[in-house]
């Protein structure tokens, strides 16, 4: 239980910057494309923990301890995320993290945020593309799927996430 308690506290953790970035950058529609070094660690923080939860999901599905999006874009308990719709609190902003997850055309399932975190974390000039929006829609995929990995089932105490309306983090204490 230990891993999966750490992966809950990393995520909250993540929120909470990601909250407390609101004092620096006004959530606005017209912020979204806002880039920096802030957002930049957020963002790459929250890429790393969609990728483990996703790889821990995979495994649990496959048996394969190995695993990249190309996997993930072919899971069915990853790709049923792409229905969630969410919204960022702050703002009334509604969003969809994974929607290009459910595509009928499995080339079309392409996290745009997924990309541009690849582009930024291979080419640090690229850092315009760890953007407020990319924050935004990584952390909350990597809360879906956190929230999946701890308990599956969906029975388990929850905290409503501070940021997104639709969200639950599942309470390990």
């Known amino acids: 239980m230990s891993k999966y308690f750490d992966m809950v506290r990393i995520y909250n953790i993540l929120e909470k910057d990601t909250n407390d970035l609101g004092s620096i950058i006004h959530f606005d529609e017209r912020n979204l494309d ?18 483990l939860a996703a790889k821990e999901i995979f495994k ?5 301890t190995e695993s990249d999006m190309g996997d993930w874009k072919l899971d069915l ?34 996290l ?11 080419n640090l000039s690229h850092i315009d593309k760890a953007t407020l929006r ?10 879906l799927l956190t929230s999946h990995i701890v308990h599956p089932d969906g029975m388990c105490g929850v905290n409503r996430s ?11 204490r």
């Open 34 to 51: 806002t880039f920096g070094i802030r957002v930049y660690n957020l963002f790459f923080m929250s890429c790393n923990l969609f990728e």
């Open 60 to 64: 649990r599905s496959s048996g394969n």
């Open 77 to 110: 308990i990853i790709c049923q995320y792409s229905k969630v719709e969410l919204t960022f609190e702050p703002m009334g902003f509604n969003f969809k993290p994974m929607e290009a997850l459910g595509s009928a055309k499995i080339d079309d399932r392409k």
């Open 112 to 122: 745009t945020w997924w990309q541009n975190y690849n582009s930024v974390k291979h």
């Open 134 to 143: 990319n924050l935004i829609y990584a952390l909350s995929s990597a809360g």
């Open 162 to 172: 501070i940021l997104f309306d639709g969200l639950y983090i599942p309470d390990v």
